[in-house]
Nanobody
Framework: VHLVESGGGSAQAGGSLRLSCEASANTYNRDCMGWFRQAPGKQREAVAT???????TYADSVMGRFTISQDNAKNMLFLQMNSLKPEDTAIYYC??????????????WGQGSQVTVSS
């Protein structure tokens, strides 16, 4: 699956940004999907994911601030980010994994979108 991300950019602390990810194939009820991020000098981490049934899981650090959602008719995945903090600064990647494997080893990845939050 080819994934194209859009959105992101810069915001001040407390602000909001929205990331979008368009998949080239139908992922509805078939794939696990999610958003990951990687900050400089750190490992990539899961931010928010949904399983095949659309059930979301959030990292503790973004719980209550970020919301993952889907538009299945358009094969789109979104990440609404509110109450942003400087520590949210990272490159954000969307991922689709038809195998729903542990560690997302079977995933396809988007190109990445830079999110920068200033204090």
């Amino acid at each position: 699956v080819h994934l194209v991300e859009s959105g992101g950019g810069s915001a001040q602390a407390g602000g909001s940004l929205r990331l979008s990810c368009e998949a080239s194939a139908n992922t509805y009820n078939r794939d696990c999907m999610g958003w990951f991020r990687q900050a400089p000098g750190k490992q990539r981490e899961a931010v928010a994911t949904v399983d095949r049934a659309g059930r979301p899981t959030y990292a503790d650090s973004v719980m209550g601030r970020f919301t993952i959602s889907q538009d299945n008719a358009k094969n789109m995945l979104f990440l609404q980010m509110n109450s942003l903090k400087p520590e949210d600064t990272a490159i954000y990647y969307c991922a689709v994994d038809p195998t729903c494997s542990v560690g997302w080893n079977g995933a396809d990845w988007g190109q990445g979108s830079q999110v920068t939050v200033s204090s």
